[in-house]
């Protein structure tokens, strides 16, 4: 996946010189093919996020597309403030990229974790949200996002889970995208990012009925899309890496308690932080996020469900 994020990138640059990638110190070996075709509109801007994010709205009000690269854990929660006002507030054209969303940067500790970026990012005006789930889908986000012209913020999860497309695919904003077809009135399992090919995975194992939506665009959401969704599914459930305060699975519930009226099933990160250090695998399986975990879960909810 994130090859393919470096060859989009590169591709719109050698297409448009008024495209700029700014980075807080990250990223070498990932940005070389970049750094070696269009040399000229690389810009490290050192370890002073906030600063980078000055440097791109003011680059942006004079007619470039900048780019800005950083760990999640920064870019945007410690550039909060400069993306509110600075970018947002003037709906500039810059597109922020967080890497290594989740759990990701697992043994560097909570400093590096970042499972609070879409809560954030969700409340300020004007400030879309994506969050690819394979390579197909990064490069469409990376298009939509240059096509939008306006600021987006784009997470990214560094561990690739495996396709979930099995060839390029087309994005609408605001709408969820469909993985796998089930029956009508059946279990919906609505999933972003890294979850998604979890949820293919456990509705191929368990529930072959199941219906599997991918959320690459957050925010906007298509509210009568995911009316429509909720309205005709017996359950719903969200799988995301990320807390399920504010997340995805927050703006699936608040839409259906307000048109649908469907019980929704959010699985994410609970309201705390990780106890310990340890690998990626491990992390997921300390907040519940392995498909053993989440199988679980949702065999209780389901037998909640229809026991009522």
């Known amino acids: 996946m994130r090859d393919a994020f470096s ?148 997470r990214m999860g560094k561990s690739d889970r495996g396709d979930v497309h099995a060839s390029a695919t087309t994005l609408i904003p605001g709408h969820l995208h469909a993985v796998r077809v089930g029956q009508p009135g059946g279990l919906t399992l609505v999933a972003t990012g890294s979850m998604v090919k979890t949820a293919v995975d456990i509705a191929a194992n368990n529930y072959p009925d199941a219906s599997v939506w991918s959320a690459p665009i957050i925010k906007p959401l298509d509210a009568e899309q995911v009316t429509a969704i909720c309205l005709n599914s017996s359950a719903v459930v969200v799988l995301e890496e990320h807390s399920v305060l504010g997340g995805l699975g927050a703006a699936i519930a608040e839409i259906s308690s307000e048109y649908a009226r469907i019980r929704v099933l959010r699985i994410g990160v609970q309201d705390r932080y990780s106890q310990h250090c340890g690998s990626y695998d491990y992390l997921l399986h300390e907040h519940g996020l392995d498909r053993s975990a989440i199988e679980l879960k949702i065999g209780k909810f389901l037998e909640h469900e229809f026991n009522r």
């Open 7 to 154: 060859e989009t990138l590169v591709r719109l640059a050698k297409a448009d010189p008024n495209v700029l990638l700014l980075t807080g110190d990250h990223g070498y070996a990932l940005f070389d093919a970049f750094r070696k075709e269009c040399s000229a509109q690389y810009i490290n801007a050192g370890i002073a996020e906030q600063n980078m994010v000055g440097m791109a709205a003011g680059l942006a009000r004079a007619g470039f597309r900048p780019f800005v690269y950083g760990l999640s854990a920064f870019i945007p929660v410690r550039v909060l403030e400069q993306i509110k006002l600075d970018i947002a507030h003037d709906d500039l054209p810059v597109v922020l990229l967080g890497d290594g969303a989740g759990f990701v940067y697992s043994h560097l500790g909570t400093s590096h974790q970042s499972t609070e970026d879409i809560a954030c990012t969700r409340a300020v005006p004007g400030l879309s949200i994506y969050s690819p789930a394979d390579r197909f889908e990064m490069t469409a986000c990376m298009e939509l996002a240059y096509q939008q012209n306006a600021p987006v913020y784009m």
